[in-house]
């Protein structure tokens, strides 16, 4: 393959036109070379003919840029397709025209071949992880836990079915961890950069101020903590899940098909558990005035809530 090396223009005299600068040139700019063919090969000198540029090691990877969230958001008019690392949600993201996406909860089943009761694999706490799907009513399709639960329930208190507890519109950051560490500092953006459940008293009684709405809002919505393809619930879907059991308690939502635990909560309060073995608790994502709505399971009860942000409740998400 024939090549073309390009020389900046110097001045040699400096260099008392010598065989040996001219040597020097040859060697300082040898690795710049401009290659007669139609792609790029790293590592390799036979590019796959389909790849502009083709990168090959076994002991090194690709380093895209890192961006906190408020750089790539200051990213002027980015391109469709355009690839960063995200430090502040650890995840590769790519704008798709509209927003940036996440590609962290894995592949969404959209493939014709995938049905409701197949399982899901995914990345959760740095972890891959399989949960099974659960029809529901309508026509919908649940996963078979709660995030973070290790187990599909074998009981309403069954401990390793409880999941994680996320206070509403926050990332999988580590927050919804049931030990994380407490911090009374509210924050002002999406994302707060730190895994520390965010115990508040303000007016509002959100671990973020001002609030947001708009979180939560659909699949790979801002903040979505469910994997590709799946979200948070909205008030209806959970709500005509709870009008189909047999009872209004916890054991009618335990002898449903999706298998409901009495996971408690986290108040907003302390960052306390609260009310574990005893009643649950579930997010969706319809927000309400300065609250959002959930709802309770309890020993005799079964009813939609308007609850406080800053509280920690579980999350069982549904297919798009």
């Known amino acids: 393959m024939s090549t073309k090396i390009i020389?900046?223009?110097?001045?040699?005299?400096?260099?008392?036109?010598?065989?040996?600068?001219?040597?020097?040139?040859?060697?300082?700019?040898?690795?710049?070379?401009?290659?007669?063919?139609?792609?790029?090969?790293?590592?390799?000198?036979?590019p796959d003919p389909s790849a502009l540029l083709e990168v090959q090691s076994s002991d090194k990877g690709f380093l895209p840029p890192r961006l906190t969230t408020v750089q790539r958001d200051n990213i002027n008019a980015p391109a469709e397709g355009l690839v960063i690392y995200n430090t502040d949600t650890k995840c590769i993201e790519f704008f798709d025209s509209a927003s940036w996406i996440s590609i962290c909860g894995g592949v969404p089943p959209t493939s014709p071949d995938f049905t409701c009761g197949d399982t899901v694999t995914f990345t959760y706490n740095n972890q891959s992880v399989s949960y099974g799907s659960v029809e529901g009513e309508n026509g919908t399709c649940w996963m078979d836990r709660n995030l973070g639960a290790s187990r599909v329930a074998v009981s309403f208190n069954d401990s390793q079915a409880y999941g994680d507890l996320f206070q509403w519109g926050r990332l999988a950051d580590g927050h919804q961890i049931r030990t994380s560490p407490v911090t009374t500092v509210e924050s002002s953006t999406d994302v707060p950069g730190h895994g520390d459940f965010i115990s508040t008293m303000s007016t509002t009684n959100d671990w973020r101020n001002p609030q947001n709405n708009g979180l939560w809002q659909g699949d790979g919505g801002i903040n979505d903590p469910c994997p590709a393809g799946w979200r948070v619930p909205t008030e209806g879907e959970l709500n005509a899940e709870r009008l189909s059991w047999s009872q209004l308690n916890y054991t009618g939502a335990f002898n449903s098909d999706l298998k409901w635990t009495a996971a408690g909560g986290r108040s907003h309060f302390q960052g306390n558990l609260n009310l574990v073995d005893t009643r649950g608790s579930y997010w969706t994502s319809t927000a309400d005035?300065?609250?959002?709505?959930?709802?309770?399971?309890?020993?005799?009860?079964?009813?939609?809530?308007?609850?406080?942000?800053g509280h920690g409740r579980s999350i069982r998400c549904i297919l798009d």
């Open 7 to 46: 020389f900046l223009r110097a001045n040699l005299d400096f260099f008392n036109k010598s065989k040996g600068s001219i040597l020097f040139l040859l060697i300082f700019f040898s690795p710049v070379l401009i290659y007669a063919q139609d792609n790029v090969g790293i590592g390799t000198t036979t």
């Open 289 to 309: 005035g300065i609250n959002s709505y959930g709802l309770f399971v309890t020993n005799n009860d079964a009813y939609m809530f308007n609850d406080p942000r």
